[in-house]
């Protein structure tokens, strides 16, 4: 996993938003909602979430993720592997 260059792709995206003002202060929704729609490829018909349940979108194969099982994402690491997870396992 950390030899694959999508998970360094996923690492740099989550620095840029962890550079943000306010990262250490937002609810866990809203910062899972800045990382999605940093990698949300679908700009035409942008990203969506269901009852914060679910974020929608086109994430490389994957378009639903549940996001109930998210860790913080705070705790970097155990966020990396669980998106990556999500994404490409």
Do not use: C, H
């Amino acid at each position: 996993m950390n030899d694959d260059p999508r998970y360094y792709m996923l690492q740099q995206i989550y620095n840029f938003v962890a550079e943000r003002p306010g990262f250490r202060t937002k609810n866990n929704f809203d910062l899972l909602l800045e990382f999605f729609t940093e990698i949300n490829e679908d700009s035409y018909n942008g990203m969506k979430y269901d009852l914060s349940e679910k974020i929608i979108g086109k994430f490389g194969n994957v378009t639903v993720i549940d996001i109930q099982s998210a860790p913080m994402l705070v705790s970097r690491e155990r966020f990396l592997k669980w998106i990556y997870l999500k994404m490409y396992q």
